[in-house]
């Protein structure tokens, strides 16, 4: 259970969070943050040093969050098993974290928090799966070279897809065909 501070600063961060997806972040000041929350400007200052400050806590937040959806269930025993996990994870994770970072409208501008957000979950996703590939490729399960390009190729399209608003099962049987393709083509080279 948070402790009275830290439930404090999580309540500047919502505040924060709502006013940014309904003004855009640049529209957003820390008076308007303190105004919504009722309370005096330096107890903002408490907390953080700064609006980016917060953009950087609420960055946090759902990366948090979606390694938490990265790990999930993965603690199935075979490779294809864990692979086939792991994509869906990442399938799933990326339209969480795509859906908490829209605005309340066309105009409303949160590209700091879209691209903090988005490039440390991409970078987390990437390194996760090359890991998986690799394990792949030293256990015989599969057959590709490059690991690393394949990942980046891989998590790259989920969120392109994820972004254009496909539907997570069509995203999945996608990349699953791609990577049931993989191994038996550079086999032939």
Do not use: W
Not at 120 to 126: D, K, L, V, Y
């Amino acid at each position: 259970m948070p402790d009275k501070e830290e439930e404090r600063r999580n309540e500047f961060m919502d505040a924060a969070e709502k006013l940014f997806k309904e003004n855009g972040i640049v529209d957003t000041t820390i008076n308007s943050i303190v105004k919504e929350l009722d309370v005096a400007k330096g107890l903002f200052y408490y907390y953080f040093k700064s609006k980016d400050d917060v953009i950087d806590a609420i960055c946090e937040k759902y990366n948090e969050a979606f390694n938490e959806m990265m790990k999930a269930s993965m603690d199935r025993p075979g490779f294809d098993e864990r692979l086939n996990q792991y994509i869906e994870n990442c399938i799933a994770s990326f339209a969480r974290l795509h859906n908490q970072l829209k605005g309340k409208g066309e105009d409303v501008d949160l590209t700091p928090l879209i691209s903090r957000s988005m490039e440390e979950a991409r970078n987390a996703s990437i390194a996760g799966l090359e890991k998986l590939l690799q394990e792949g490729i030293s256990t015989g399960d599969l057959s590709l070279l490059h690991p690393h390009q394949y990942a980046v190729v891989i998590v790259s399209g989920i969120i392109t897809l994820v972004k254009e608003e496909q539907d997570n099962a069509l995203i999945m049987e996608i990349i699953m065909t791609l990577l049931g393709r993989v191994g038996k083509e550079e086999e032939n080279v």
